[in-house]
């Protein structure tokens, strides 16, 4: 579906008015979509699916996931929480996972960003360098 401009704008807009001291607001997220819908104007199934994609994308921005080989102490998760708060703000949704296939380290994703200090990281770069 082609948006026009205006329907991005809007879309935009109405995203904007959805965050609170720089964090996405879910209780304004779902009033917004209902109003929307409620109201139905012009373009409106283009602004709600701009406007979807923005808040996708920011919950995606917003979400910390952590891999290790082994399950991580509450004292290094604690500072890992807080090393990542420092970092990229707070608000931050933290998931932490096992993955045995890592072999050793950690990995962490925040929205684009990898940090990969595993063993199964390393032994796979040192195998395209070749």
Not at 19 to 47: C, F, H, I, Q, T
Request: positive net charge; contains cysteine.
């Amino acid at each position: 579906m082609k948006i026009s401009k205006q329907e991005r704008r809007d879309g935009r807009e109405l995203f904007r008015s959805c965050m609170a001291n720089g964090v996405l607001d879910e209780n304004r997220v779902r009033k917004a979509m209902r109003a929307v819908a409620e109201k139905k104007p012009r373009g409106y199934v283009a602004v709600l699916s701009h406007f979807h994609r923005l808040v996708r994308l920011e919950l995606l921005r917003r979400t910390a996931r952590i891999e290790s080989a082994t399950p991580l102490t509450p004292q290094t998760q604690a500072q890992i929480q807080n090393d990542l708060g420092q970092k990229y703000g707070q608000g931050l949704t933290f998931t932490f996972l096992q993955n045995p296939g890592l072999i050793g380290g950690i990995r962490v994703q925040v929205g684009g960003d990898v940090y990969d200090g595993t063993v199964q990281g390393r032994l796979n770069e040192l195998k395209t360098k070749d």
